[in-house]
């Protein structure tokens, strides 16, 4: 896992997610898929740019099925954003790094 992205199981979501201090993007992906892989080299730029504002979490979703299921994750990659335990917006499938960025910045 990139430094400054944290990798999370079903039972670490609640607590490193729903109860976390800053906003939280989660990243929903998995080994296999493409448009995940293509997807995080983005997501760990971004963790870089808004470090200690914003905390990054990714869930494979083969390891931990919960959590996708509990979320209505119905395809990879599937970013939540999420502030104050409250899923605020959600993006699914390949996105520009300007669209992700303007969806962070309405978490700060």
């Known amino acids: 896992m990139a430094e400054g992205i944290l990798d999370i199981t079903d039972d670490t979501f609640e607590t490193e997610v729903m109860n976390a201090d800053l906003p939280v993007v989660v990243d929903f992906w998995a080994p296999w898929c493409g448009p995940c892989r293509a997807i995080g080299p983005i997501i760990e730029e971004l963790s870089g740019t808004y470090n200690g504002k914003v905390k990054f979490v990714k869930c494979n979703v083969d390891d931990n099925p919960l959590s996708p299921s509990r979320y209505e994750v119905r395809a990879i990659p599937t970013l939540l954003f999420v502030k104050g ?24």
Not at 100 to 106: A, S
């Open 85 to 108: 335990g409250e899923i605020v917006d959600t993006i699914t499938g390949m996105t520009a790094k300007a669209k992700l960025e303007e969806t962070i910045g309405k978490l700060l």
